[in-house]
């Protein structure tokens, strides 16, 4: 296992826009207030949702919409660079009105009703994902 150890900094506590794009929302947040390297957790409501399954045979993706109101149960994940850009990895678990739930890889066309995000920002490392051959994934570089 290889590691990083940050340093806690400022904590955001946010109450996302209706209608907004969940996470876009995280992305240009985390890029108005420059944020290298965070982590955060949100919970909510959502009027669609847009899920990914990663098929570890393909190495691709394979995107699940659900088109209906949904709670937001749950929604973790972090943010880091690829190249100088801002990337958000997050995984949400939603729940529809019978309480059956879905999960999933965090696409974007995740449309809010309600959201609220905390969102905790760690200093003292540069987090950065690069191109892993073995996974077909962006994993975190370790220098
Ligand atoms: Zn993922």
Redesign the pocket.
């Known amino acids: 296992m290889k590691f990083l150890e940050a340093n806690l900094a400022r904590v955001f506590i946010c109450r996302l826009d209706y209608e907004s794009d969940l996470l876009e929302s995280i992305r240009r947040f985390a890029e108005e207030k420059g944020i290298n390297a965070a982590v955060f957790s949100a919970l909510g409501a959502l009027k669609n949702a847009s899920l990914a399954f990663?098929d570890q045979k393909t190495k691709k993706y394979v995107k699940e919409k659900i088109s209906r109101p949904l709670e937001l149960l749950s929604c973790i994940g972090n943010i880091a660079k690829i190249d100088g850009k801002t990337v958000v990895?997050a995984?949400i678990v939603v729940s529809d009105s019978e309480g059956r739930a879905y999960g999933g890889?965090l696409d974007v066309e995740t449309i809010i009703f309600s959201c609220e995000l905390f969102l905790t920002e760690l200093r003292g490392i540069n987090l950065k994902r690069k191109y892993d051959k073995t996974t077909g994934l962006n994993l975190f570089m370790f220098e």
């Open positions: 990663y990895h995984h890889h």
